[in-house]
């Protein structure tokens, strides 16, 4: 073969490889942004027709402000940089706004894993005390909540209520930050809202008629302020002062929200002398009723309401009655994974107890109650089809539907779409998707349809580079100036040539505007699993369902009693965790109304006026988190420092059989001397390489294990270069103590392939193992995983594009490559020794900071063959697979156009 003569031109991409490092719709939004540049002027109309969060957008200066969660790859390394102001920093998480104008400049940084959209939540809508028996646990222990914060992060409360005011007079809540007000300063280190002071809010209520306070809860039928009476609301407003007929009165409301003799107050929250935060979250839409808040802000509620707990010293839980369709569900989105940090970083105070609502996203095909856009989702494990069906409003010609498909990254489904037509767009593999660019559109007579499956551009790849699934986005759209409508009518999603299960998600649906219907998955389509909303799906959080404690309810809807709600979000979590935790009543729940609401439904309403029924998991979540204000503080009295596994351990080992909240059981559970679960928690570092001085620490929680029970144990397996193997053991202390540690040093090498593996598993990795036995005479045992660098991964993201004048375009990616090897040679098929293949030149090393490569200098109209290995400290990849592609020259064309016929 003759020996080519080559010019290579290296194309280098700004991101610096840094690929993995925006989440898909926000870099979509970006492409489409830099391709149009639309004036500032026009920026606003741009941003709403062509950004799902817009509504979240600000602008300053000519800038796009978007907020967003990212993860920095240290916790030391996290700061602002021009382009991104950093808000709530939690451990290597931070909440921000970045300039979109200056995206590529902050990916550039080395100090960026991750950036996350900020995510629209909405807020999820009697519950009896006698029903979970937390009046008993009250009159019997006599814990109340005091000197325990509860943080509610919601749509705000009426401080005016009753409610929230002791015996003298004073508001309940120590301070309450309203993320929307600008009347006023900020809480440190925060710059949007006005933080008002418990003074403040005393002057506001003995002072009605001046305007010191610009607060007021009037969305979703005053939800805050019925949640927070759910879990802290003293019922002083429905004491016998207060109703001037009480036998009347009592005979007219439900007496399971009684708490004692007639003479007493009668809607009682759980911790009825709880301290009170409240946060009243930034609400992206002005509709009275209905409002929506960005994930971002949640997160700076909660850190707010820990540093306040922090500086008071005193343990805190945190209420979120919200959630969200969009993201992976796994508990490995930023948005979970920065609420789950905060829950287990010390250094966030004490308790850090976090209780979320599951979602009101269930659906009973038996039930007459159930609205047909709640079959959101569908499923499959092989490749088959799933119906649609859209109903939208054809007067309306701003319409939107946006789907997520998530299905395992070993897989490669293709993603189809039949139009009501019979129209078939795609179908698309792994990489692939509509236009040239993500973002870009189909313009059909059934719709302006966008179709991205997992990533295949060049700076934007794999929109949740830890989620070990690819994703697949679909946006139907419509464009009042062409006149394209979203087709009413049934919708087939085809996925094709893979295996494995893959979940489908109608995530939301804009302008459909139908209650009852809009898009929904058909009858045999739809799947009513996997329903839980984020952040419910994350570590180290309560999760919240519903169960119901009234027959009827409102409009003789029939909720029979001791079951599950319709409307309470199935589980397990889409990566298969046991969740919802535990179950609460949600329906129908009488709590505190915001006097703010504007013609409040009459037959919702209780006899006194000032208090309201509704439902949901929303109202269930509020039952644990006073729940869990009652432990934190009969853990001060018992000198016991209650945390997260703690108050999980107590729940899951008091709740009755069908998984439902037994206050009483709780209490007398610790009481009895349980509570704190007897465990032992293993530190050490998380990855180990060759000569590494290592060290594991590992300690018994609860009582002190018995004797020399400890042991511990780590062991791996060498690989040899030949069929025999080397296993090393080590033992550790056994000396009985509460915290032990051990340190070894890795062994060398030399002789041995550079992969580890566990007990001749293919798992590269350490695993220490601990084991000890309690005063009990229980054994409990612990294992620890270490990571061990391997080789990188076989390049999966390339493709080969011919281009002219001799010039072949590649593009490639894989995980942990340090170097890229490029192969090539005009025969097809193995062996790929070098450049020429057969003369077996050396191949071409690419650096890992570039990722496109343009060879030149190529025989127009030859076909040439294409592999890439990567490359790094620990060995090499196996090769890609095989691309061709065949340059072409540029040709000059002089075409003359003839014109004949009529105009018409």
Request: proline share 4%; charged share 20%; glycine share 8%.
């Given at each position: 073969?003759?020996?080519?003569?080559?010019?290579?031109?290296?194309?280098?991409?700004?991101?610096?490889?840094?690929?993995?490092?925006?989440?898909?719709?926000?870099?979509?939004?970006?492409?489409?942004?830099?391709?149009?540049?639309?004036?500032?002027?026009?920026?606003?109309?741009?941003?709403?027709?062509?950004?799902?969060?817009?509504?979240?957008?600000?602008?300053?200066?000519?800038?796009?402000?978007?907020?967003?969660?990212?993860?920095?790859?240290?916790?030391?390394?996290?700061?602002?940089?021009?382009?991104?102001?950093?808000?709530?920093?939690?451990?290597?998480?931070?909440?921000?706004?970045?300039?979109?104008?200056?995206?590529?400049?902050?990916?550039?940084?080395?100090?960026?894993?991750?950036?996350?959209?900020?995510?629209?939540?909405?807020?999820?809508?009697?519950?009896?005390?006698?029903?979970?028996?937390?009046?008993?646990?009250?009159?019997?222990?006599?814990?109340?909540?005091?000197?325990?914060?509860?943080?509610?992060?919601?749509?705000?409360?009426?401080?005016?209520?009753?409610?929230?005011?002791?015996?003298?007079?004073?508001?309940?809540?120590?301070?309450?930050?309203?993320?929307?007000?600008?009347?006023?300063?900020?809480?440190?280190?925060?710059?949007?809202?006005?933080?008002?002071?418990?003074?403040?809010?005393?002057?506001?209520?003995?002072?009605?008629?001046?305007?010191?306070?610009?607060?007021?809860?009037?969305?979703?039928?005053?939800?805050?302020?019925?949640?927070?009476?759910?879990?802290?609301?003293?019922?002083?407003?429905?004491?016998?002062?207060?109703?001037?007929?009480?036998?009347?009165?009592?005979?007219?409301?439900?007496?399971?929200?009684?708490?004692?003799?007639?003479?007493?107050?009668?809607?009682?929250?759980?911790?009825?002398?709880?301290?009170?935060?409240?946060?009243?979250?930034?609400?992206?839409?002005?509709?009275?009723?209905?409002?929506?808040?960005?994930?971002?802000?949640?997160?700076?509620?909660?850190?707010?309401?820990?540093?306040?707990?922090?500086?008071?010293?005193?343990?805190?839980?945190?209420?979120?009655?919200?959630?969200?369709?969009?993201?992976?569900?796994?508990?490995?989105?930023?948005?979970?994974?920065?609420?789950?940090?905060?829950?287990?970083?010390?250094?966030?105070?004490?308790?850090?107890?976090?209780?979320?609502?599951?979602?009101?996203?269930?659906?009973?095909?038996?039930?007459?109650?159930?609205?047909?856009?709640?079959?959101?989702?569908?499923?499959?494990?092989?490749?088959?089809?799933?119906?649609?069906?859209?109903?939208?409003?054809?007067?309306?010609?701003?319409?939107?539907?946006?789907?997520?498909?998530?299905?395992?990254?070993?897989?490669?489904?293709?993603?189809?779409?039949?139009?009501?037509?019979?129209?078939?767009?795609?179908?698309?593999?792994?990489?692939?998707?509509?236009?040239?660019?993500?973002?870009?559109?189909?313009?059909?007579?059934?719709?302006?349809?966008?179709?991205?499956?997992?990533?295949?551009?060049?700076?934007f790849i794999d929109p949740f580079p830890e989620v070990n699934d690819n994703q697949i986005l679909i946006q139907l759209s419509e464009d009042a100036e062409t006149n394209k409508q979203i087709r009413n009518g049934q919708w087939e999603i085809i996925m094709s040539n893979g295996n494995g299960r893959w979940d489908a998600y109608i995530v939301d649906v804009g302008g459909i505007n139908d209650p009852e219907k809009g898009a929904y998955f058909n009858l045999y389509s739809y799947s009513n699993e996997r329903l839980i909303t984020e952040p419910g799906n994350a570590y180290?959080?309560?999760?919240?369902?519903?169960?119901?404690?009234?027959?009827?309810?409102?409009?003789?809807?029939?909720?029979?009693?001791?079951?599950?709600?319709?409307?309470?979000?199935?589980?397990?979590?889409?990566?298969?965790?046991?969740?919802?935790?535990?179950?609460?009543?949600?329906?129908?729940?009488?709590?505190?109304?915001?006097?703010?609401?504007?013609?409040?439904?009459?037959?919702?309403?209780?006899?006194?006026?000032?208090?309201?029924?509704?439902?949901?998991?929303?109202?269930?979540?509020?039952?644990?988190?006073?729940?869990?204000?009652?432990?934190?503080?009969?853990?001060?009295?018992?000198?016991?420092?209650?945390?997260?596994?703690?108050?999980?351990?107590?729940?899951?080992?008091?709740?009755?059989?069908?998984?439902?909240?037994?206050?009483?059981?709780?209490?007398?559970?610790?009481?009895?001397?349980?509570?704190?679960?007897?465990?032992?928690?293993?530190?050490?570092?998380?990855?180990?390489?060759?000569?590494?001085?290592?060290?594991?620490?590992?300690?018994?929680?609860?009582?002190?294990?018995?004797?020399?029970?400890?042991?511990?144990?780590?062991?791996?397996?060498?690989?040899?270069?030949?069929?025999?193997?080397?296993?090393?053991?080590?033992?550790?202390?056994?000396?009985?103590?509460?915290?032990?540690?051990?340190?070894?040093?890795?062994?060398?090498?030399?002789?041995?392939?550079?992969?580890?593996?566990?007990?001749?598993?293919?798992?590269?990795?350490?695993?220490?193992?601990?084991?000890?036995?309690?005063?009990?005479?229980?054994?409990?045992?612990?294992?620890?995983?270490?990571?061990?660098?391997?080789?990188?991964?076989?390049?999966?993201?390339?493709?080969?594009?011919?281009?002219?004048?001799?010039?072949?375009?590649?593009?490639?990616?894989?995980?942990?490559?340090?170097?890229?090897?490029?192969?090539?040679?005009?025969?097809?098929?193995?062996?790929?020794?070098?450049?020429?293949?057969?003369?077996?030149?050396?191949?071409?090393?690419?650096?890992?900071?570039?990722?496109?490569?343009?060879?030149?200098?190529?025989?127009?109209?030859?076909?040439?063959?294409f592999v890439v290995k990567a490359m790094n400290d620990y060995g090499e990849s196996g090769y890609s697979d095989e691309l061709n592609a065949e340059p072409y020259p540029l040709v000059k064309l002089n075409v003359k156009i003839y014109l004949q016929g009529a105009y018409r």
């Open positions: 073969m003759k020996k080519l003569l080559l010019t290579i031109f290296l194309i280098t991409i700004n991101l610096q490889a840094q690929q993995n490092k925006v989440e898909l719709q926000l870099s979509t939004f970006y492409s489409q942004y830099e391709k149009q540049k639309p004036s500032f002027s026009k920026t606003e109309e741009f941003v709403k027709k062509n950004f799902e969060f817009s509504s979240m957008v600000r602008y300053e200066s000519e800038k796009i402000l978007i907020p967003v969660i990212v993860e920095f790859k240290d916790e030391k390394i996290v700061s602002d940089m021009q382009g991104l102001k950093l808000r709530s920093i939690i451990g290597k998480y931070a909440t921000a706004e970045i300039d979109l104008g200056m995206l590529r400049e902050v990916l550039m940084s080395e100090k960026i894993k991750y950036i996350e959209l900020s995510k629209p939540l909405d807020v999820q809508l009697d519950v009896s005390s006698v029903k979970i028996r937390a009046n008993l646990a009250r009159d019997t222990y006599l814990y109340d909540g005091t000197g325990v914060i509860v943080g509610i992060i919601d749509t705000g409360i009426d401080f005016f209520h009753e409610d929230f005011i002791d015996e003298d007079g004073n508001t309940r809540i120590l301070a309450l930050w309203d993320q929307n007000s600008s009347r006023g300063t900020a809480p440190y280190p925060y710059t949007y809202g006005t933080l008002w002071n418990q003074t403040q809010i005393n002057n506001q209520i003995k002072n009605p008629g001046q305007d010191i306070i610009d607060h007021k809860d009037k969305n979703g039928q005053g939800h805050g302020t019925h949640v927070s009476g759910i879990a802290v609301g003293n019922g002083f407003s429905s004491s016998s002062s207060k109703v001037t007929n009480m036998e009347t009165f009592i005979s007219g409301v439900d007496k399971e929200f009684r708490n004692g003799t007639p003479t007493n107050p009668i809607y009682v929250g759980i911790a009825p002398k709880a301290n009170i935060l409240n946060v009243a979250y930034r609400n992206t839409s002005d509709n009275v009723g209905y409002c929506r808040v960005g994930s971002s802000d949640i997160i700076d509620g909660i850190n707010w309401v820990a540093e306040y707990a922090k500086s008071l010293n005193q343990p805190w839980v945190v209420n979120l009655s919200l959630g969200t369709k969009w993201g992976p569900k796994n508990g490995t989105s930023n948005f979970e994974k920065t609420i789950s940090e905060i829950a287990t970083n010390t250094s966030k105070g004490r308790g850090r107890i976090i209780v979320v609502s599951a979602g009101n996203e269930g659906y009973d095909i038996n039930d007459p109650n159930r609205k047909l856009i709640y079959r959101w989702h569908a499923d499959a494990s092989v490749s088959t089809s799933r119906f649609m069906t859209i109903e939208s409003n054809t007067s309306i010609k701003s319409e939107k539907l946006l789907m997520e498909i998530w299905y395992p990254n070993i897989s490669n489904y293709s993603i189809s779409l039949r139009t009501p037509t019979g129209l078939i767009i795609g179908p698309y593999s792994s990489g692939e998707g509509t236009g040239n660019t993500p973002g870009d559109c189909d313009t059909t007579s059934d719709g302006i349809i966008s179709i991205v499956n997992n990533w295949y551009d060049t700076e180290n959080v309560i999760t919240v369902g519903s169960f119901n404690t009234k027959q009827i309810g409102i409009n003789n809807e029939s909720y029979p009693v001791d079951q599950i709600s319709y409307f309470s979000s199935p589980g397990p979590t889409r990566d298969g965790r046991n969740k919802p935790d535990i179950f609460a009543p949600g329906a129908w729940i009488a709590s505190s109304l915001s006097q703010y609401v504007q013609n409040p439904p009459a037959n919702q309403l209780e006899p006194d006026g000032v208090h309201i029924n509704l439902y949901g998991t929303s109202m269930a979540a509020p039952h644990v988190t006073g729940t869990v204000a009652l432990l934190l503080q009969q853990g001060i009295a018992l000198g016991k420092n209650f945390e997260y596994k703690d108050i999980e351990h107590i729940l899951r080992n008091t709740k009755t059989t069908e998984g439902f909240l037994d206050v009483y059981d709780a209490i007398s559970y610790v009481e009895g001397g349980g509570g704190m679960e007897d465990r032992i928690e293993i530190t050490g570092p998380i990855e180990i390489e060759q000569g590494d001085e290592v060290t594991f620490n590992a300690e018994f929680f609860d009582d002190t294990p018995l004797g020399d029970s400890i042991i511990s144990s780590w062991s791996w397996t060498l690989e040899s270069n030949n069929s025999d193997s080397v296993k090393i053991l080590a033992s550790g202390s056994s000396e009985g103590f509460w915290t032990t540690d051990w340190t070894f040093t890795v062994p060398s090498l030399d002789g041995y392939s550079r992969r580890w593996f566990w007990d001749d598993s293919n798992n590269v990795m350490v695993r220490v193992k601990v084991k000890a036995k309690d005063t009990d005479d229980i054994w409990h045992e612990v294992e620890y995983n270490v990571g061990i660098p391997e080789e990188p991964n076989t390049p999966l993201f390339w493709r080969a594009q011919a281009m002219n004048e001799g010039r072949v375009l590649l593009s490639y990616i894989a995980g942990g490559a340090k170097n890229y090897l490029i192969y090539y040679d005009i025969d097809l098929g193995f062996p790929y020794s070098g450049t020429g293949a057969n003369e077996g030149d050396s191949p071409i090393i690419i650096g890992a900071d570039t990722t496109n490569l343009i060879l030149s200098g190529l025989t127009n109209f030859q076909r040439y063959y």
